[in-house]
């Protein structure tokens, strides 16, 4: 299974990642390309409404979370 498979799986089971954790469960340093890659895919079948949202670290640091 691709990359890109495994994470639409991910966001088709309800689960939520940042670039982080997509970095140390899929291997890929590039989560943002495979979001966008998702959302603007050319069959509308294939395309996903990935939604997006700021968080703040323990130490006050800004990430992004995606879902669905």
Known sequence: MSTIQKIREHFLKGGKISACEAARRFLTPDLR??????????????RMEIRDEWRKSKDGKRYKVYFL
Do not use: C, I, M, Q
């Not at 390309?33 to 294939?46: I, T, W």
């Open 33 to 46: 390309k495979y979001v966008s890659d998702l959302r603007n895919a050319k069959e509308p079948k294939d």
